[in-house]
Nanobody, 126 residues
Framework: QIKLMQSGGESVHSGGSIRLSCVISGFTPDFSGGYCLAWFRQLRSLRWGVATLHSSGVTTYHDSVKGRATISMDSAQNTVYLEMTNLGPEDTEVYYC??????????????????WGQGTQVTVLA
């Protein structure tokens, strides 16, 4: 059983930073093909991709977070991280980590991801 366990909620002041974590268990990658890790945020009824990380190390970022977000992976701990800086109230939302089992490149679309974390509430105080 594949599980993604996210860290708890974060509350920071405007201009602050956060570091979210997501521990992945039960997943054995096919090393002949890549896989994708991603962070999404809720936007009303939709989820849009904040950042993606391919197993090759290639990353992508949504335009709104470029320059202030970093997605990374600690392979030894099977943990993916999202660090964000210069947070503003507009960043307040629930964030989710997600896993696509196989992929040659990582899409920011939620439809491609097969396993999801439980969500982490990020609150940015003005």
């Amino acid at each position: 059983q594949i599980k993604l366990m996210q860290s708890g909620g974060e509350s920071v002041h405007s201009g602050g930073s956060i570091r979210l974590s997501c521990v992945i268990s039960g997943f054995t990658p096919d090393f002949s093909g890549g896989y994708c890790l991603a962070w999404f945020r809720q936007l009303r009824s939709l989820r849009w991709g904040v950042a993606t990380l391919h197993s090759s190390g290639v990353t992508t970022y949504h335009d709104s977070v470029k320059g202030r977000a970093t997605i990374s992976m600690d392979s030894a701990q099977n943990t993916v991280y999202l660090e964000m800086t210069n947070l503003g109230p507009e960043d307040t939302e629930v964030y989710y980590c997600a896993l696509e089992h196989r992929g040659t490149w990582c899409s920011p679309s939620s439809a491609y991801y097969e396993d999801w974390g439980q969500g982490t509430q990020v609150t940015v105080l003005a």
